[in-house]
Each structure stands twice: as C-alpha cells, then as structure tokens.
C-alpha cells in the first residue's frame, strides 16, 4: 500500500497554550489535523482559530474519562465528581460504562451532547477519536457509531501502533502495550469496516504519548509502516506544570512538529500529509 501520513494534535481547546501551539503548527509546521475538546474552558478559542486556519482539518476529540464534560453535572451524577470533572480512573470508568445501564444512558447522552456541541461551531467534522483512546472500550465505540452517523461521521482513529521503530523505549512497554491495546484494536478495525467508517491503518506515538520530540519523530520516520500512518501529538507552547507531572513534554512535541528537519525527513520519504477527510 502507498504510505501516507496524517499529523495530529491532540486536546486542542484545552488552553491557550495548547491552542497558540496547534495554530503555528498549523500555519508554519507540518501539522494537518486537530483533534478539538468540547467541554474544555478554551474550545470557544480553538474554535475562533480554526475558522481562521481553512488548512486545518478539525475533528471531535470525545471525552468521557480524565476532563470536563459538555452537560451539566446534576444530568450526569455517575459520571463526575463532586468537582464536576469525569472519572480520570480509567478501568474504573471502563467497568462502569459497561456494567451499569444508568451509567450508559448518562454517557450515551455526554457523547450525543458533545457531537452536538461540535456541530453547531460550524467546522466540517474531519474525524473523531476519544482521549485517553477511551474509544477502545466497545460501550464507548459503540455510541461514537451511533451518534456518529447522524453527525456526518466518516472517519475514526484507530489507536494502533506496530511494534517497530523507536516509539518504545523498553521491551516490556512495547510488549504490555500490544498486549492491551492490540485485541481491542484488531475489534474495532473489524467494527469500522463493518460500518463503513474510514480509519487510519496505524498510529505513531502510542508508546511514546507526550515525548514525540524531534529525535523520537526522525526514528519513527525512518521505519514508517505501509498504508496510512497517523502521527498525534499534544504540544504547547510551554509545558504545563499538570502535564509534566504526567511526563508529557509538550513545549518539545511543539518543537517537533515545527523542525525543518522533520519536515525534510518526510519531503524525503516522498509521502504526502493528509487529513482524515482525503482517505478513500
């Protein structure tokens, strides 16, 4: 298969910081896509950028775990805490998603009202994925497609990384990270074709989440895979004191996303940087 790249940023609508980065990145990087937070206290000014950037393919970045829904909390009791933000436990989130038919009709209704909520700004709906690749969770999948098809929904991230290159640093990493993730992945791979939904055919990034710094990104290029590979990042503008606690360095995925050296390293491959909008 020809090989094609997508260039992601994450969380866009979580800060200004994050916003002013995925704009240069935008305009003078070799970033082609963002993935836009609904609930977060700057969406209004991610939004604002995004009609002034016609380059940028937006998507909906579905948050259902670790940050601030869309719906008020007295609508959604299981779904937050008392200080109103969504579970950050994932697998106890998980758990309850698939256990509890209360807690599902809360979601179901979190994510209806955050594909809603991206609607009315207006921007066309390049694809959608979910933080944390909550997504993975087949409760959760399964409403993204729901809802999805009736929001013009055409294409979806699938949060799958081979196990090559330098995005792992360690052997077990590398090994933990297709143990959990791959039978997940290789469900939902099957339940996008099965609804027609577009979908990338690998990611870069997964196992190296906040450190996609210039080296990082120059090794994963030199073993990109066959097809569509999606490279995602989560830059800013400067590091943010809770993202460092977490390891991100996001000041350095900037950084990356704005090197002429990567983006000679990808003129060299030859392949060309889409969105999720152009794959066919």
């Known amino acids: 298969m020809p090989r094609r790249v997508i260039v992601t940023a994450d969380d866009f609508g979580l800060s200004w910081a994050v916003n002013e980065a995925i704009e240069k990145a935008s305009r003078f990087g070799i970033l082609t896509c963002a993935s836009l937070m609904m609930g977060e206290d700057a969406a209004a000014d991610a939004v604002r950028r995004a009609r002034e950037l016609p380059s940028l393919r937006v998507g909906l970045h579905v948050v259902v775990a670790a940050g601030r829904p869309v719906l008020p909390a007295d609508q959604i009791p299981g779904l937050v805490d008392d200080r109103g933000r969504l579970d950050g436990h994932l697998v ?18 979190e994510i209806h009202a955050q594909f809603a909520a991206f609607a009315k700004t207006g921007l066309a709906l390049d694809h959608v994925n979910a933080h944390k690749h909550m997504h993975l969770h087949p409760t959760v999948l399964s409403m993204i497609l729901k809802i999805g098809s009736e929001y013009g929904m055409r294409a979806v991230r699938l ?113 060309p940087c889409l969105g999720f909008c152009d794959l066919v």
Do not use: C
């Open 92 to 109: 106890r989130a998980g758990f309850r998603f698939f256990f509890s038919r209360s807690i599902a009709r809360q979601l179901e209704a």
């Open 159 to 271: 949060p799958y990384e081979p196990p090559v290159g330098r995005s792992f640093a360690k052997l077990g990493t590398r090994l933990s990270s297709v143990a959990v993730t791959g039978p997940w992945a290789a469900l939902m791979r099957w339940r996008l074709k099965r609804a027609d939904v577009r979908h990338n055919d690998s990611v870069l990034g997964l196992g190296a989440s906040g450190a996609m710094d210039e080296d990082t990104v120059l090794g994963l290029l030199q073993n990109l895979p066959e097809g569509t590979t999606e490279m995602y990042f989560h830059p800013a503008i400067e590091d943010d004191p809770g993202a460092r606690r977490l390891g991100y360095r996001q000041e350095a995925e900037f950084m990356a996303l704005m090197s002429p050296r990567v983006r000679q390293a990808i003129e060299a491959l030859g392949v």
